[in-house]
């Protein structure tokens, strides 16, 4: 069985709030890792196909708690 793995790293004032905002989409393939301003999220999943939509995904969810947040912290 094939495995893939991606690790996405969002540099945010706001990481914690960021892995919050996302921890519903949270799934078995993914570990999520926060720190002060940095948010790492690795993602595993058996093939190809399945990682792309998955970070797909969280990427675009990650972008939308960003810019809900972003008022908040100018």
């Known amino acids: ?3 893939c793995s ?3 790293t969002i540099e945010h004032p706001c990481s914690c709030e ?12 993914m570990m999520y890792s926060a ?6 999220i690795t993602v595993e999943q058996s093939s190809i196909d ?12 990650l ?3 960003a810019e809900i947040l972003q008022p908040t912290h100018e």
């Open 1 to 3: 069985m094939m495995r």
């Open 6 to 8: 991606a690790t996405i």
């Open 18 to 29: 960021l892995a919050a905002a996302v921890a519903p989409d949270h799934s078995d393939a």
């Open 35 to 40: 720190s002060e301003d940095t948010l790492t």
């Open 50 to 61: 399945r990682l792309q939509a998955t970070c797909d995904d969280t990427v675009v969810n």
């Open 63 to 65: 972008q939308t708690a």
